[in-house]
């Protein structure tokens, strides 16, 4: 009888560590299927490219949020002779979780060759 007990709990506690590995496994795929950074900063100035018709020359700032990520992407809006006077707009970009751009919107724009009088942005 007490072989019979043994074999039980021996299954029981097969079956639980499997549970736990599989629940393991799920839970490390899931955060795996989140993009890395690098993969979001190249999806985000590919879809505002898309969608704005204009090179992102550059990312001047990037954080996730609760929501997903938030951007500020530098891009060339007007070229012009010399380059200095080219303008340049930066356009804060806001992305889901999985890196999809939902929103956008030009914050300023400025002259390529003019340093920046708002203190350091």
């Known amino acids: 009888m007490s072989n019979t007990k043994n074999t039980s709990d021996s299954q029981e506690s097969q ?4 549970k736990s590995h599989t629940s393991q496994k799920s839970q490390t795929s899931q955060r795996s299927s989140r993009p890395k950074p690098m993969e979001v900063l190249r999806e985000a ?9 204009m090179t992102a020359e ?9 929501e997903g990520w938030a951007l500020e992407v530098e891009v060339l ?9 080219s303008l340049m707009a930066s356009y804060q970009v806001e992305l889901d979780e999985e890196g999809q751009l939902t929103g ?11 340093s920046d009088a708002r203190g350091g942005r």
Request: avoid cysteine; hydrophobic fraction near 25%; glycine fraction near 4%.
């Open 15 to 18: 079956q639980s560590s499997q």
């Open 45 to 53: 100035r590919a879809q505002l490219a898309e969608l704005t018709g």
């Open 58 to 66: 550059s990312v001047s700032s990037f954080e996730q949020t609760e």
């Open 77 to 85: 809006e007007l070229e012009r002779v010399p380059d200095t006077m």
């Open 104 to 114: 956008y919107r030009r914050v300023r724009r400025y002259e390529r060759g003019r």
